[in-house]
């Protein structure tokens, strides 16, 4: 699929790399890679070698694939291996616990983990007794995941490391670039978000995947500030920003005002009074409105009053014809 | 230009160790099942075989048969990629995180099944599991909702739902006969054909409060009796959107955006059920305005009309 030469290549001398790693338990020199693997042949000269192997060490070590640095006892290095643990371990699924699996690889379809999971499963696969091949499930049910933010935070994530990008918060200003030492990553109410603690407003902050403009670079700096004992990173998203909090009593009616109603025991059936609370007052006022006759302020009298403000401004907004005879089917 | 190179060792690596399981399987099959087309998968096969052990001699490099005329694929020497190696982080994120989806998600697939496969792929995955533990999925779905949706699809009975509707905000007790379940981006969506509606809904399976399983009694028509859906054209309504409240262009389907000179945007937007779009128009406080058609003006006025009673 429009592989061009170079990427063969490359991919051809990690994999000589990778295998001439694997192929002995004693460490192999530098010099040995470089005369053995036959990809480095092309190497103009050695500092051209060593950026090329730096990188190719890299990139399978992002691979998850252990690749040790020996030390000689004068503490020069003194060549590299694959570290003992490098295979799969002996897994041994059922037939039912493979179905579940093959199931949730299904899951991502064309997303940016569909890859991974799918080679993920045929790994499994291949440390089954006897030839195992399951068949894709369609169960219907997807995750699209699109965001390329996605796979370079779960690997920042893993290796607690700080992450930057750009972003683009959701009050329409313009992007601006954030340093974030990443505690988690949530799927929520159809998005996929980021919690972590913000370097430059020095504290927690939840980040929306589909808002960042551009790539997620994984820097090479260690998290200053891990994710505190006890946190749970899924409430933190739709409660932050929350300092501000705007507050309100509210009688709902019964049956009616279900938004408003939501994380309240109430009867859903009675007239109810309830604290409804909300980021900003703007926000608060604009929830209120939205249950229309479902709900009526009852204190303070100022929201009472913007409620009602609002809902006559927008009655005033709709009265009469509308311009230009526009929006019809 | 590397994420390519990347992507294609990890499938090159979890390729070996499964055709040498999978002895004689053809091209195309394992094409299938790597997502890759029969030419790709060729192409990988041909560099394959050009990799192996320092030395490289006939007996170091890979050796893979794929060629005659049934195109069967065997692994001859795998050198030493016999085995697959450990499931890199992204693979085992990918399978854990779709796990716990499933394991909120109501339907058909076996629970303790999956417990306990989540539970060997967390063994083998080692220290790592305790950061995919902060990879987490939030359906927002009750675990007794699920078992009861669950139950009433599998023994084919209906389902006594309290539902928090999002159109018209209110909270009603209906008798549902489920269809199915489907999801999509971590949300669980329920069919069914509901005894209130006299139709067949879709219902959010996190705004269902409380669920129990009913009895076997189903009432739905069959297909054929069963009243057409009405494939009549969404109706579209004008809109015009204060310039502060632009963002709403990111969160809501408004078409055909047109900026205007003074930085406010008019578009359009589907209207499913009016009701919906009298809530948007409320909930944002003045700054989407209607502008036809007149019959969604008049029924905007109508609920202000009723909202400021309590207020007189």
Same mark, same amino acid.
């Given at each position: 699929m429009g592989d061009s030469g170079t990427r063969v290549d490359r991919t051809e001398r990690l994999l000589d790399l990778l295998l001439c790693l694997m192929a002995t338990a004693r460490p192999v020199p530098r010099s040995a890679i470089r005369s053995v693997v036959p990809g480095y042949g092309d190497a103009p000269s050695e500092a051209a070698f060593e950026r090329m192997f730096e990188r190719d060490k890299d990139e399978l070590r992002s691979m998850g694939i252990p690749i040790e640095t020996v030390l000689d006892p004068g503490g020069d290095v003194e060549g590299y291996r694959v570290s003992g643990d490098y295979a799969l371990a002996e897994v041994r699924l059922t037939p039912e616990e493979l179905a579940v699996v093959s199931l949730a690889a299904s /899951?991502? $379809? $064309? *997303? /940016?983990l569909a890859a991974p999971a799918r080679n993920a499963l045929r790994k499994l696969e291949a440390v089954q007794d006897g030839p195992v091949r399951s068949m894709a499930s369609d169960a219907g049910i997807r995750m699209? *995941?699109? $965001?390329?933010g996605l796979v370079p935070t779960l690997a920042a994530l893993r290796e607690c490391r700080m992450v930057t990008f750009d972003y683009r918060a959701g009050n329409g200003e313009s992007s601006a670039r954030r340093r974030v030492d990443p505690w988690g990553v949530v799927a929520k109410d159809g998005h996929w978000y980021l919690v972590g603690h913000d370097q430059d407003r020095q504290g927690p902050r939840v980040f929306r995947l589909s808002r960042i403009e551009g790539s997620v670079t994984v820097t090479a700096q260690s998290q200053q500030h891990p994710l505190p004992a006890g946190t749970d990173v899924s409430a933190m998203v739709g409660q932050m920003d929350a300092d501000l909090k705007a507050e309100a009593v509210v009688r709902v009616r019964a049956g009616m005002a279900a938004s408003l109603r939501a994380h309240h025991q109430v009867d859903p059936f009675a007239d109810a009074d309830i604290t409804v609370t909300a980021p900003t007052r703007a926000q608060l006022v604009a929830r209120i409105c939205a249950a229309a006759d479902g709900a009526v302020v009852l204190d303070p009298a100022d929201v009472r009053i913007e409620v009602s403000e609002a809902l006559a401004a927008i009655r005033e907004q709709h009265q009469g014809q509308g311009p230009s005879g526009t929006g019809q089917a | 230009m590397s994420v390519t190179s990347a992507a294609r060792l990890s499938r090159l690596l979890a390729m070996v160790p499964w055709l040498y399981a999978n002895d004689g399987i053809t091209v195309a099959e394992a094409a299938r099942h790597f997502g890759v087309t029969a030419s790709q998968l060729e192409t990988d096969l041909w560099l394959l075989i050009v990799c192996g052990l320092p030395g490289y001699g006939p007996d170091q490099l890979i050796d893979i048969q794929f060629w005659g005329p049934d195109a069967r694929i065997h692994v001859l020497d795998p050198q030493a990629l016999e085995r697959p190696l450990r499931l890199s982080g992204d693979e085992s994120a990918a399978l854990l995180v779709a796990l716990r989806l499933l394991a909120q998600v109501p339907g058909s697939h076996d629970r303790q099944a999956l417990l306990s496969a989540m539970g060997k792929l967390q063994q083998i995955a080692g220290g790592q599991a305790d950061h995919d533990a902060t990879v987490v999925v939030d359906a927002g779905t009750g675990a007794e909702v699920v078992s009861a949706i669950d139950a009433a699809l599998a023994q084919g009975r209906t389902l006594i739902i309290r539902y928090a509707g999002s159109t018209r905000d209110t909270i009603t007790d209906r008798v549902i006969e489920p269809i199915g379940v489907t999801s999509l981006d971590g949300r669980a969506y329920l069919e069914g054909w509901c005894r209130l509606a006299g139709d067949v809904r879709t219902f959010r399976v996190d705004r269902i409060l409380e669920a129990s399983v009913g009895d076997g009694h189903l009432e739905r028509p069959q297909p054929d009796q069963a009243t057409t859906p009405s494939m009549a054209p969404v109706a579209l309504a004008s809109i015009e959107l204060a310039p502060r409240s632009r963002w709403a262009l990111d969160v809501?389907?408004?078409?055909e955006p047109q900026e205007q000179p003074d930085g406010s945007v008019r578009g359009r937007i589907a209207v499913q059920d009016p009701e919906w779009v009298v809530r948007l128009v409320l909930s944002m406080r003045g700054d989407l305005v209607v502008l036809g058609p007149d019959s969604l003006r008049e029924a905007v006025v109508a609920a202000t009309d009723r909202a400021l009673q309590a207020y007189a």
């Open positions: /899951v991502w $379809e $064309e *997303a /940016v699209r *995941a699109q $965001e390329a | 809501y389907p408004i078409e």
